[in-house]
């Protein structure tokens, strides 16, 4: 598994904020930074990756955790 750059944890946000949060997670790493994502809820699982996605970010995982939560990790764009 690559190396987590930072971690987020947004499973007490609510939409639209879950993607603004992270979002400006993204916008403070350099590219290729790899960001770890706890979020929680059918909007969030849905929304969060694909708005990642939209702005030209990896989705490099999402796996469920159990307790639920799911890990999402974004790689940054860029080098």
């Not at 946000?13 to 770890?36: F, I, N």
């Amino acid at each position: 598994m690559p190396d987590v750059t930072a971690t987020l944890d947004i499973t007490r946000e609510v939409c639209p904020m879950t993607y603004v949060r992270t979002k400006l997670k993204l916008e403070s790493l350099p590219g290729g930074a790899l960001l770890e994502v706890f979020l929680k809820g059918e909007e969030p699982l849905k929304n969060v990756p694909r708005s990642a996605i939209d702005e030209g970010h990896e989705v490099v995982l999402l796996e469920p955790r159990g307790d639920g939560t799911h890990r999402l990790l974004v790689r940054k764009h860029g080098k």
